[in-house]
């Protein structure tokens, strides 16, 4: 059975506090109690730039072992060169990210809505260009590269070079498409993203009810985990609301260990 880690996407979250890190707690601070809930978290700050190795070394002292950050692939590769001349780009990444050992997850390659399969020379030049000593996950948002032959000609060359299909629930790529490619892994590991609508702006808490979509997920977990032997999952906030529950209510439906927010609570003492 595989290895499953569930998290979510960012720690850094204002509206988090009183629902889930506990009331008055410094943003300084979130970090420090994420890490005792979850052991796997999606860092978005990547996509803007390069990690400084400042804040690469914070993340190593203040993560426990066997916590891992999965991070974006900055925006300048995937958004503005897309993908093509950015050797340069690429290998400061790679070399300055590998400061995480094994604190690092899996590198997200996220491309734009605009990427379409009309780019697929760009894709095919651009993947046997990344290392094989970090693990790399891509998520299209543009469901046609899922379709037809172009779906065939991405898994055969992602399975050539390790690399995994982002399999995700969002309004660019159905749910419904991303399961019917379970049966088709490309590498020996999985990358789940959950996302939802952008008219959420409070995410405080819970507010939208996916009992039915998580229900479908879990069964789909059941599949995979029989094929893969490491699973990562990430929960955006507008997926239901709030990320670190939707994170714990799956966890649940997976039988996983859960950590109640409310343990970070400190008691006062009696004495």
Not at 131 to 149: H, K, N, Q, T
Request: net charge negative; hydrophobic share 45%; with cysteine.
């Amino acid at each position: 059975m595989s290895e499953i880690h569930i998290g979510t996407q960012g720690w850094n979250y204002e509206d988090w506090v009183g629902g889930f890190y506990p009331p008055g707690t410094k943003s300084s601070e979130f970090l420090d109690l994420y890490v005792r809930v979850f052991d796997t978290v999606e860092v978005d700050s990547t996509f803007y730039a390069v990690p400084a190795e400042n804040a690469l070394s914070s993340w190593i002292k203040r993560a426990p072992a066997g916590f891992t950050y999965s991070l974006k692939l900055p925006q300048q590769i995937t958004h503005e060169l897309r993908l093509q001349d950015a050797e340069a780009i690429l290998e400061q990444f790679c070399a300055r990210v590998r400061m995480l050992e094994a604190k690092l997850g899996i590198v997200l390659i996220q491309l734009p809505p605009d990427f379409s399969p009309r780019m697929w020379p760009s894709l095919e030049k651009f993947i046997p260009q990344l290392p094989m000593d970090v693990r790399f996950a891509v998520e299209f948002r543009d469901a046609a590269w899922l379709a037809g032959e172009s779906v065939n000609q991405v898994l055969r060359l992602f399975e050539t070079h390790g690399v995994a299909l982002a399999l995700v629930d969002s309004k660019w790529i159905p749910r419904e498409l991303s399961l019917s490619l379970l049966d088709r892994p490309t590498a020996e590991f999985a990358y789940v993203r959950w996302m939802g609508p952008r008219e959420l702006t409070d995410f405080s808490r819970i507010q939208i009810n996916r009992d039915r979509e998580l229900a479908t997920w879990a069964e789909a977990f059941a599949r995979l985990r029989q094929q893969t032997p490491v699973i990562f999952g990430y929960f955006n906030n507008h997926y239901q609301g709030h990320s670190p529950g939707s994170s714990n209510q799956f966890k649940q439906l997976l039988g996983l260990p859960v950590v109640a927010p409310e343990s970070l609570i400190v008691q006062p003492s009696l004495f």
